[in-house]
């Protein structure tokens, strides 16, 4: 069975019209797996291995404890590290889809929105782009973007919060 394009995005477009929170479905070679909570994981799918927990080392009788490697940093996942934390009256910005996320309307263009500036309810701030169909996202409120939370071009999930606004 030859799947197309267009029949994964009437797929897509199937799930987000539905009231369903998740679906799977596999034909051949190819999986999908879509989910309204974005910490789901495709069934069957195995997390990875836990980091190994630094043991203390052993003292041999009469010398001193050998000093152990302090253990890396942790580095954080998101791709963009807040400036300041978000306040609790700021409003979060979602992703309506999954997607890719891009800041400006063409790669070299000036982004929609920076840090700080003013925005109304109906300003373009990001796209979100799945199989070559994108979807402008606007900011829904006026105000003043305060934080960017995701790097551009970067792969996003349906619910992650992109931007913090603080309303006007």
Same mark, same amino acid.
């Given at each position: 069975?030859?799947?197309?394009?267009?029949?994964?995005?009437?797929?897509?477009?199937?799930?987000?019209?539905?009231?369903?929170?998740?679906?799977?479905?596999?034909?051949?070679?190819?999986?999908?797996?879509?989910?309204?909570?974005?910490? &789901?994981?495709?069934?069957? *799918?195995? !997390?990875? %291995?836990?980091? #190994? /927990?630094?043991?203390? +080392?052993?003292?041999?009788?009469? =010398? &001193?404890?050998?000093?152990? *490697?302090? !253990?890396? %940093?942790?580095? #954080? /996942?998101?791709?963009? +590290?807040?400036?300041?934390?978000? =306040?609790?009256?700021?409003?979060?910005?979602?992703?309506?889809?999954?997607?890719?996320?891009?800041?400006?309307?063409?790669?070299?263009?000036?982004?929609?929105?920076?840090?700080?500036?003013?925005?109304?309810?109906?300003?373009?701030?990001?796209?979100?782009?799945?199989?070559?169909?994108?979807?402008?996202?606007?900011?829904?409120?006026?105000?003043?973007?305060?934080?960017?939370?995701?790097?551009?071009?970067?792969?996003?999930?349906?619910?992650?919060?992109?931007?913090?606004?603080?309303?006007?």
């Amino acid at each position: 069975m030859t799947i197309k394009p267009q029949d994964i995005d009437a797929l897509i477009q199937l799930f987000e019209a539905s009231d369903w929170d998740e679906l799977s479905l596999k034909i051949d070679d190819l999986e999908i797996f879509l989910s309204t909570d974005p910490k &789901a994981r495709k069934p069957g *799918a195995v !997390p990875g %291995p836990a980091p #190994p /927990t630094p043991q203390p +080392a052993a003292a041999v009788p009469g =010398q &001193a404890a050998a000093a152990t *490697a302090a !253990p890396a %940093p942790i580095v #954080p /996942t998101s791709p963009v +590290a807040p400036t300041n934390a978000p =306040q609790p009256h700021w409003v979060k910005v979602t992703a309506p889809n999954l997607g890719t996320f891009y800041r400006a309307p063409k790669p070299g263009s000036p982004s929609f929105v920076e840090i700080g500036q003013a925005v109304d309810v109906d300003t373009e701030i990001c796209l979100i782009e799945v199989m070559k169909l994108f979807t402008t996202l606007k900011s829904g409120v006026k105000g003043f973007v305060r934080q960017c939370c995701v790097q551009d071009a970067a792969m996003v999930e349906f619910g992650e919060v992109l931007f913090y606004i603080e309303p006007a």
